[in-house]
């Protein structure tokens, strides 16, 4: 019976950034009762499970807050330009003190499974503490990294030290002094633990992959005058990130690379480099994401910094990119990673081919049909994005539809809000929206804000369920791969093309939109302008 009064009206799962927002959003601006689950023991969500040394933001500080709290914009001061993990753990448990947001979360608690009933068309919500509980909305704030990808090598189990995944590190930390480590990966999160578990291990060996086109992230203090300026422009910031192409203030040279000439590009790309974070990335040449010859030619000057810093040119060799465009995987940020390598007790195997890893013993690891013996490993293997989360959600859908079978084939939703067949189920920051292609809190704003305003007008319409039509999904979908197979995006094998879990279908996650995070936003307030246009509404 559709007027079957639920337990909550919505259930949020999930409590780092966007699961507060969105508990806020509805329990303070719509009234409604809301249940938060979190596994964690805090709120948090990423910056909770991410402990590893060296973690820390690498979006500028001043951005990546909760612009929604205008108050706490002014008051907060951060202490560098790239917070730490427990800098920025202490701002999100502030958040949640200040709006006594922690009465509503149910802390230690992983949602195992949910059925949307079609009968009373609320969801039945399950958690590993055995509860049951039923709502009109169910609102996954999972977060796009959060399934960890710990890949299955053979013979972890007889490993006699101790291992780490980077995503899962103790609370106590993990003291390195004096010991032999390994650490396998090196995508944006090695990159950042890399140089920190240098400094104290004994002898430290890192399985390299793929190598990547890191740049410098110049973390430090920011000058008072800047702060002061900023606080002073919050409105206009604000704006302009929402507005802007990847939530940042970073625009793209509205030129093509290769129409300067050379002294002019190298100009313009030390400027980039000399400022250090995202600027080279997504302040670049307009064309490096489309054409290979200008990819080239920033590529070649990342190259030649890369050779200019690693002292053995063998070295230098196997820390090049190889087999990638440049910025078409994650941009990892370092502080003093290739330098790094110059230490006598830091040493690099190339795992792929040859050196690849064959299997962990009891001592270390086979790699390349030698034994390395370790203490310590270190697993930096990332993680199943976007949509491991939500499948693990084990959510099931009209006629009991399940994401693994919807998504066979790769993500299939409606603006990465919404998904066909699953009906008043809500997904921040979802698969084929902006998401990771951004500065994540604008996004997840963006999608509070959306969803909360679409619950509101749903009450005041008389409306009790909302679900994307598959029409209006396929042709979204189109429309994603589309505008992704004009860039040079598709050929990397990147965590973005899913091609980082054996498996996993070759799909693009998120959206990259011809208007970026700007453009997304206006689709999607136009389609709630015009009634929810692609949306059954019941
Ligand atoms: P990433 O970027 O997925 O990096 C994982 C690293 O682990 C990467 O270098 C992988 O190589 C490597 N990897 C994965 N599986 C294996 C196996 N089986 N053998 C050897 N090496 C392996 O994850 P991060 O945690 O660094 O970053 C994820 C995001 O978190 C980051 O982009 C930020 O948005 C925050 P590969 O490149 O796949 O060849």
Redesign the pocket.
Known sequence: MAGTTPDFDAVVIGAGFSGLYMLKSLRDKLGLRVRVYEAGDTVGG?WYW?RYPGARC?SDAYIYVCTWDKQLLQEWEWSERYPTQPEILRYLEHVAKRHDLKRDIQFGTRVTGGEFDEGTNLWKVHTDKGEEVTARFLIAAVG??SAT?L?Q?KGLEKFKGKWYH??RFPKEGVDFTAKRVAV????????QAIPEIAQQAKQLTV????A?YCVPARNGKVDPEVTKARKADYDGIVKRIRESFFGQEHYFIPKSALEVSREERERELDKRWDAGGFAFWLANYQDMFFSKEANEVIADYLRRKIRATVKDPKVADKLIPQGHYYGT??Q?LDTNYFETFNKDNVLLVD??ADG??EEITEKGIRAGGKEYEFDIIV?????D?MTGPLKALNLKGRGGRTLDKEWVDGPHTYLGVSVAGFPNLFTITGPQSPS?LSNMPVSIEQHVEWITDCIDNMRKTGKTTIEATPQAQDQWVAHVNEIVNMTLMTSA???YMS??I?GKPRAFLPYLGPEGVGGYRKKCDEVAAKGYEGFQLA
């Open positions: 990423t991410n690498d796009t990294l990808n890949p090598f980077t995503s396998v990966g090196t995508g944006a999160t090695a990159v399985f390299q992959r793929t990547n995987k994650r990892p795992a792929t690849k890893i697993f930096a293997t990332g993680f994005a990771v094998n990147s965590w091609a980082n054996p």
